[in-house]
């Protein structure tokens, strides 16, 4: 399908998508893509990833992953990957391109398709990219060769339009709300939560983004909250204030607080247990990590602004997302109450 061509600010925001591996051991990176059709209520994640693990760990590779999740019906729910050879794997920075395999992903568009396991996949995507990078961390971080891993969105807020086919049921994508992502490092934290949602009821143009992770396992708990809302972006993450945000994660859930100065989001991701799937990650340095994602999460937020003479926290706005959250939980070990994991194929 046809992708719209980038404007000069895109252009900028397509450099952030550029590959970071150069050849060196000790490397992961990983593109992702999530997204909703609505209509009928069912949530993807798609993934392209490259693994360069550490001298006498094993070789290079590259991988496919691709999970669908029906709010609907939760047994129609399935992950399945693929394993490559990293010869497989062709990535050029301008224009911004990843090809695994038979599989493409540019700054503006995602095609792929995979097979195995008793389900069949394919994906035809396009969108027309964002002005701006999300950052994740403060900027510093991207800087430092002491942050084992970064993460950055050249695309948070976009429509897709499309065709998703999954197990002979085709989906049409007619501006349908998702985010692509981009994060590199060599070793994934010691555990996290992790949130997104660009389609709340009767609003559009807002889009929420949210990461609580403990970097190490006796490193500090840090919360980062942002939130695009009636054309002004909200920043919750100074480093300064992290002390006073929280975020408390498990099975099926993750709730956060953060403040500023003027305002303050408390938020809350719920599912069920079968909404979600449990991928396997193993770092350069080999350790496993284990993360329970879905795309068909509720999401509230209520939104507080600073008011009067005695700065007392009024309710600005409240919004929801029932069935369009997407959210994941990280960490060493895996949740035994999600049963579903990806199904190499």
Known sequence: ????????????????????????????????????????????WIRYTLEAPRSGRGEPHAQLWFAHFDALDPKRNFAVHRKLPIASMVARAAPFEVRIGDATLTHASARGSLEGAGHS????????????????????????????????????????????EVDGRTLALEAEPGAQTH???????????WGHCNAFEGRTGTAFEALTVRARPLAPWLTFLTLVLDGETLRLGRLAGTVLNRGRMGTTRY??????????????????????VVAEYADPDGEPS?????????????????????RRWVEQARLAA????????????????????????
């Open 1 to 44: 399908m046809s992708t719209a061509s980038a404007t000069p600010e895109a252009q900028a925001t397509e450099r952030d998508n550029a590959r970071v591996w150069r050849g060196q051991p000790g490397h992961y990176e990983v593109w992702y893509l999530t997204f909703n059709h609505r209509p009928s209520r069912t949530g993807f």
């Open 121 to 164: 996949a394919r994906w035809d995507l396009g969108w027309t990219p964002a002005r701006r990078t999300h950052l994740f961390l403060p900027g510093f971080a991207y800087r430092s060769p002491r942050v084992s891993t970064k993460v950055l969105s050249p695309n948070l807020d976009v429509a897709l339009s499309g065709r998703v």
């Open 183 to 193: 994060l590199w490092g060599r070793k994934h934290a010691d555990a996290w939560a």
């Open 255 to 276: 709730e956060m607080r953060a403040y500023g100065s003027e305002v303050r989001i408390e938020g809350e991701y719920s599912c069920r247990p079968e909404d979600m």
């Open 290 to 310: 284990y993360c329970a994602n879905t795309e068909v999460a509720d999401l509230s937020l209520t939104v507080y602004r600073r008011s009067g003479w005695l």
């Open 322 to 345: 029932p069935r369009c959250g997407h959210f994941e939980v990280g960490g060493r070990s895996a949740d035994p109450a999600i049963q579903r994991r990806y199904v190499t194929v």
